[in-house]
């Protein structure tokens, strides 16, 4: 199966400040990687994805990183505000759009 | 569009005893999941379901089953509960391949 790694498994950055957060995964034919974001208590919602024929995807202050052949991909969140707090989850897709997930990052944001 | 929709929200089961989860979506998708999120353990994909009638296993299906009789509805089904499934349950649903999953509100379950 997939095997999805991430880390770090907490950061703090101050407002403002940048935050990465990173991937790995096993399968090279996993081809499509999404970001998830969770508040406390809520669901999982998507945040940005990115297909194995692209190396870089930006959406206003979110942008993600793929390097296929290392076979990592990385999340980038600059100009991180308080509501940029919450848990971060990594997935990479193999065949029949099964989904394996990362263990998560809990993003805090300092005022 | 009500999305994906999960019920019921909480549940408490004795160890032995059966449910099932529901979980319906109102977006024609044909690509339905369901997972379970433990502390440090992030989500991990159950049972899966690529159209109506097509089901298979994901990387922790032991003691669970699924159906996908139609596109819209595809129920989780526990036969003996165990304290090991103390979990909170997500259904998530997908229009097509390389999109992501829109996920339902969850069902937190505690067995005892």
């Known amino acids: 199966g997939e095997n999805v790694e991430q880390h770090p498994s907490t950061l703090s950055v101050q407002e403002g400040d940048s935050a990465v957060i990173k991937c790995t995964y096993s399968?090279?034919?996993?081809?499509?990687f999404p970001w998830y974001k969770q508040e406390l208590g809520k669901r999982p919602q998507l945040i940005i994805d990115?297909?194995?024929?692209?190396g870089e995807k930006k959406d206003q202050r979110i942008a993600v990183t793929l390097n296929k052949t290392a076979k990592h991909f990385s999340l980038h969140i600059t100009e991180t505000q308080p509501e940029d707090s919450a848990v971060y989850f990594c997935?990479?897709?193999?065949?029949?759009?099964?989904?394996?997930f990362g263990t998560g990052t809990s993003l805090t944001v300092i005022p | 569009n009500a999305g994906v929709t999960q019920t019921p929200k909480f549940q408490v089961l004795k160890t032995g005893q059966s449910m099932t989860l529901q979980c319906a979506q109102d977006?024609?998708?044909?690509?339905m999941s369901w997972y379970r999120q433990d502390p440090g353990m992030g989500l991990r994909l159950i049972h899966y379901?690529?159209?109506?009638?097509?089901?298979d296993q994901g990387e922790v299906p032991n003691g669970y089953n699924v159906s996908r009789s139609t596109t819209e509805d595809f129920p989780l089904r526990l036969l003996s509960a165990a304290p090991s499934q103390t979990s909170v349950y997500f259904c998530?649903?997908?229009?097509?391949?390389?999109?992501?999953?829109?996920f339902g509100s969850g069902t937190r379950l505690t067995v005892v």
């Open positions: 998530a649903s997908s229009p097509r391949v390389n999109y992501g999953y829109t």
């Open positions: 399968d090279s034919a996993s081809n499509y």
């Open positions: 990115i297909r194995s024929n692209v």
């Open positions: 997935a990479a897709k193999r065949a029949g759009n099964q989904f394996y």
């Open positions: 977006m024609n998708h044909e690509y």
């Open positions: 379901s690529v159209g109506a009638g097509i089901t």
